[in-house]
């Protein structure tokens, strides 16, 4: 019973002094999370302007593409006949490609490191975290370009679209939860981003991103009940597109779960970390 004990306080330690490290390593955790977010733009020309640019014209091209100015068949927005479906596509991706972002790139977050993983006076805990940082930070200037391009199109913005922030935490905790188990799995499994890549694919279509969750018959519906992909969806187009706030009840069972997918993940990856070295 004491050892139990000893060795349960023991792993406590361990993640109170994980959990730590984001605060006396910030100076360092802002610098990778600054890396991350300009390694693609590095070498272009106009450098970090495309982190606003980019989401800009994506969305601006897929309102295009599904309306009638370029003479393609404008696709109605089931509840919403005025609403562009390049707009409504758009909106539904910009949780997914954070999910999707988590995990791929979660998955190889150590393996990727492994000159860092070497040095023992490392904080792993740093990595996947920064993983999911910049995926969410990515998508929030995806946000703003989505609202730029409704106000052109549709000459109106959802006040609801302030409350947004509330949401993205569980959010965070969610891709966050992601993003640990999967550099965990990634660690020991080198080809689990083979093996995830067509489960996210599948996802994708499973999702409410490209269909509206009333085309699924009745006794199907536990996949959208579920799936927390689902949730993020619908909260995305309700409070930016529709001025809806989401269900309370919701809500707190996606909050629940994103919350206790982060705390067994990130438990998980502070008990193992101290083998990382050698798998590399």
């Not at 390694?39 to 272009?44: E, F, I, L, V």
């Not at 409350?163 to 499994?189: D, H, N, R």
Request: hydrophobic fraction near 50%.
């Amino acid at each position: 019973m004491y050892t139990n004990t000893a060795k349960t306080e023991s792993q406590a330690r361990m993640v109170l002094g994980a959990l730590a490290n984001f605060y006396h390593k910030r100076w360092l955790l802002r610098y990778f999370i600054h890396r991350q977010l300009m390694r693609s733009y590095q070498k272009s020309i106009l450098g970090s302007v495309w982190i606003i640019l980019g989401p800009f014209i994506w969305v601006s091209f897929l309102a295009l593409v599904f309306s009638e100015m370029v003479g393609l068949r404008f696709r109605v927005v089931e509840g919403d006949e005025t609403l562009n479906f390049g707009l409504y596509l758009y909106c539904g991706l910009l949780p997914f490609t954070a999910y999707s972002e988590s995990l791929t790139k979660g998955a190889t977050s150590i393996r990727s490191s492994s000159g860092l993983v070497q040095k023992v006076v490392f904080p792993l805990e740093l990595l996947p975290f920064t993983t999911a940082v910049t995926a969410l930070v990515d998508k929030f200037f995806g946000v703003g370009a989505l609202m730029v391009v409704l106000w052109i199109l549709e000459h109106r913005l959802e006040w609801t679209v302030l409350l947004l922030p509330l949401f993205i935490l569980p959010q965070f905790l969610f891709i966050l939860g992601l993003a640990y188990f999967m550099a965990f799995v990634g660690t020991y499994v080198p080809d689990i981003s083979e093996i995830f890549r067509p489960i996210v694919r599948g996802s994708f279509f499973l999702t409410p991103i490209l269909w509206p969750e009333s085309k699924i018959p009745e006794r199907l519906h536990f996949l959208i009940d579920l799936n927390p992909l689902a949730y993020l969806v619908g909260t995305y187009r309700d409070l930016i597109l529709h001025g809806e706030i989401p269900g309370m009840l919701a809500t707190l069972y996606f909050s629940l779960f994103s919350g206790a997918l982060f705390i067994v993940s990130f438990a998980l990856f502070v008990r193992f970390k101290s083998r990382f070295a050698d798998l590399l």
